[in-house]
Each structure stands twice: as C-alpha cells, then as structure tokens.
C-alpha cells in the first residue's frame, strides 16, 4: 500500500476535511511502516494529481506535519520524513459513560496495565448522544488509540465510523458494527437469564420480586428482557417499578435493582421496620464493588469482573492485536439472597 491509498482509505470517514484526510494519511503511513525516517513524500504537484485536492489544502497539511515535528523540509528537494514518532502511539483517549466504583475499578486496572509512559485522556458522555457525538468530532485523528464504550443508540455506528479500526477498541457495552472490529465487552441477556435461572429457588421462597427500571434510562435493555423471560418460564409473580419510593420496603418481597441508591434506601428502611436481608426480604444488585461485600450482611450481585476488563482492554492497546473478547458475568452470593 502507498502513501496515496493510505490517505484514500480515510475518504471513507465522512467527517474527515480533506485536510484532516490528508494528515492523518501520512501519519497513518508512518505508523504502519509504509514510509520511514528520512525517506521522501509526494511533492504537492504529485499529491494535486492523484488526490484532486487543492494546492493550499495540500500545503496546509505539510505545514501541520512539519510544526509537529513529523515532516521535515528541504529547499528545492521537496518534503521528507523527520521522524518516525507520530506522538500518537502513546496517546489513549478513553471514553466512557461515567465514573463510579467498579468503573473506577476497571480504569485502575487500565492505567496500571498501561504503565506510566502511556499518556491516557479521559472523557465522559454519560449516556448522553450529543455529547458523545461532540467528543469524538473533538478527539478525531489525534489519538494512537480510542478506547469508546458506545451508547445503544441508532447514530452511534455512524459516529464510530470515524475511528480508524486499526485505532478503535470498543469496551464495556456492545454495539454492532460493519465489518471486523476489537471489543472487549460484558453481555447482558443471557448472562441475567442464566443467574436469575440459578437464583429460581431462593427467589421463589418470597411472594414477589420487584425489578426497578426507569424506561429510557442507561439500564441495559437485555437485563430487562431476561427478567421478563425468566419470570414468565419460571412463573414467578413479579412488578416492574420505576423507582424505589423511600419506607415502601415489604416483608416477602425480593428486590432487584441496578442503582446502588436505591439499594441503600432499602437497607436503610430494612433497618427502621427491622426486616432481616436475606429472611424478611431478599435483594439482588448488579455490578459487584467492594461495599456490597460488608453492608448488609452482604448484597448478592452478578457482575462482569471490571478488573479483569481494565487489564484486558490495557492489554489489547499494547499487543495491538485483533481482539473479540466476552468478559464473564459471575454470580455472587451473599446473604441478602
């Protein structure tokens, strides 16, 4: 492959100008040992012809690669290779929903995997597809590497078909993309199946199991799925509510929730009606983290291992190898189920 059909190739990100195609072109070529220090690039007229862009465009791309250090010119020979560092193989941006207890879990792992010359920078959508949309039309092409847990929403393919796929690692959450692509990622559906599954017995010492979910929130809609499926095979009388409302805590009922605050409202009426987790009421939470080992008794959860995933993902970034990885969700009981 040439420098030329490097550039091309980025024709297919549509939110790439001609200048950033340019660019990232050549630096793309440098990474994949295309071109090398000290070895010559097309001269404008050459770039004009095959590429169609403009002079100036052309122009303004080497002035950029040569303020950065990358190309270097010389007088009446034409512009060469300055060094084979493109400061971006170092250089991780990682976005992610939010920052919590096993999110931080996961990051820990992830930068300690890494190691301490690997320059990670850090975003949040929170769930959010306008401010994931603006992050990544901010971050494009300055990035070795984009580490992205994607939101469930029908622009978010379009969104990471600006990530170079040799560059994008998709984590946490899948969405499906054309063609092959590296993830590292927890599944929802039949893993909740399965726990809620092994878990039939426990439960059906209780009258109802109660599901909290708020509709249109960040709750992935897959655990929702499974819970109406297992209720129904399993013929469990069950409710799903939105919210938990504070001193609503019933004895014989069994809770599930995904939001940590409302487990702790529930414990915390559990203590003021003094009903026993475990024996009066039963409790069931998603995501393990080191708090629910101690409140309560202890909380039964399932959960991927977000340590396990921070040092993969590290892992992944540094072998740049290809990668289709299922983290495994374990089940965790404890004394609340």
């Not at 109660?210 to 129904?232: N, R």
Request: proline fraction near 4%; include cysteine; hydrophobic fraction near 40%.
């Amino acid at each position: 492959m040439t420098i030329i059909e490097k550039i091309r190739e980025l024709e297919e990100v549509p939110s790439y100008s001609k200048h950033e195609q340019f660019v990232h072109g050549v630096i793309n070529a440098i990474d994949d040992r295309i071109i090398s220090k000290g070895e010559a690039l097309p001269s404008i007229n050459t770039l004009i012809k095959e590429l169609g862009f403009a002079r100036e465009t052309i122009m303004k791309g080497y002035r950029e690669l040569i303020s950065r250090g990358i190309v270097e010119s010389k007088n009446r020979l034409g512009y060469f290779i300055a060094s084979d560092d493109t400061d971006q193989s170092l250089k991780v941006a990682l976005l992610m929903y939010l920052i919590d207890s096993f999110q931080e879990q996961f990051y820990r792992n992830f930068r300690n995997e890494l190691g301490p010359n690997v320059h990670i920078d850090v975003f949040f959508h929170h769930g959010n597809i306008t401010v994931f949309e603006t992050i990544l039309n901010m971050i494009k092409g300055k990035y070795g590497v984009y580490v992205v847990s994607p939101i469930p929403h029908p622009k978010t393919k379009q969104l990471l078909e600006m990530i170079p796929r040799n560059k994008f690692i998709m984590f946490d959450r899948y969405e499906p993309l054309k063609g092959e692509f590296n993830y590292i990622t927890q599944e929802f559906q039949q893993s909740t199946y399965r726990i809620l599954a092994e878990l039939a017995e426990p439960i059906r010492r209780y009258d109802e199991m109660i599901f909290f979910h708020v509709p249109g929130s960040l709750d992935p809609v897959e655990i929702v799925k499974s819970f109406k499926k297992f209720t129904k095979d399993f013929q469990i009388t069950n409710s799903i509510l939105s919210e938990y409302e504070p001193g609503s805590v019933e004895k014989g009922k069994v809770y599930f929730t995904l939001n940590n605050a409302e487990i702790w409202m529930i414990l915390k009426d559990c203590e003021a009606k003094q009903l026993q987790p475990g024996k009066d009421v039963g409790i069931l939470s998603h995501n393990d983290e080191v708090v629910k080992e101690i409140i309560g008794g202890g909380i039964t959860t399932y959960s991927a291992d977000f340590c396990l995933l921070g040092k993969a993902v590290g892992q992944a970034v540094l072998k740049k190898e290809k990668i289709q990885e299922i983290i495994p969700t374990v089940l965790i009981r404890r004394k609340s189920l």
